[in-house]
């Protein structure tokens, strides 16, 4: 890590641009099997047993792929998120279904905006997709800023909070600024660790 004096915002760029780089270079079938393995994890934990209705994400850079949660959890109400200027709306959306998806903005595949919106008090567990985690909770995101202004807005805040990553990317520590929010627990293929 880079010592307290330097630029949290130029250390998040340069470690987000060597995260990507690495993660692209996993094998297929290593990211599958990883894949599999950390929606297993998800699959056996309370948070997720507890939930009804989740907001997850389409996999994009070879993020861990959740398509095998989708299946298993075809008993759930799905939540899929939509970019509207710097905000992130939520549909329900069935992530099985890819007529209710079309590429959006970033070339994620998001829900048709006639899909139904979901509202903070509908919702029981969001799955965030990121970079890299830390041991805080804290999480490298692709720099948009999404997450974090959905995560402080009153009404989501409350909502647990899963990050999605491999075990390679969770670090110990990362650069942080005033705005960051901390997810509640962390999941990888090797299991969940929460911060509460």
């Known amino acids: 890590m880079q010592s307290s004096g330097s630029n ?3 250390d998040k760029n340069t470690l987000r641009r060597q995260l990507l780089t690495q993660r692209q270079s996993m ?4 990211w599958r099997l990883f894949s599999q393995t950390l929606c297993q994890q998800l699959l056996d934990s309370s948070l997720w047993q507890q939930a009804q209705t989740v907001l997850a994400y389409m996999t994009f850079r070879q993020e861990p792929d959740l398509s095998w949660l ?3 959890g075809q008993d759930r109400g799905w939540g899929l998120s939509r970019c509207v200027g710097q905000h992130l709306m939520w549909h329900r959306c069935n992530p099985l279904d890819s007529q209710m998806l079309k590429k959006g903005k970033y070339g994620i595949l998001e829900p048709y905006p006639d899909c139904p919106e979901l509202s903070a008090d509908e919702v029981d567990l969001i799955l965030v997709p990121a970079v890299a985690c830390d041991l805080k909770g804290y999480r490298l995101g692709y720099g948009g800023g999404y997450y ?4 402080s807005s009153p009404g989501w805040a409350s909502i647990p909070t899963v990050g999605i990553v491999f075990e390679r990317d969770l670090l110990d ?4 600024e005033s ?5 509640k627990a962390i999941c990888t293929e090797k299991g969940i660790a929460s911060r509460s």
């Open 70 to 72: 989708f299946l298993q």
């Open 148 to 151: 974090d202004r959905l995560l």
């Open 179 to 183: 705005w960051d929010q901390p997810l």
């Open 27 to 30: 094998p297929v079938e290593q």
């Open 8 to 10: 949290p915002q130029l």
């Open 173 to 176: 520590q990362l650069p942080t």
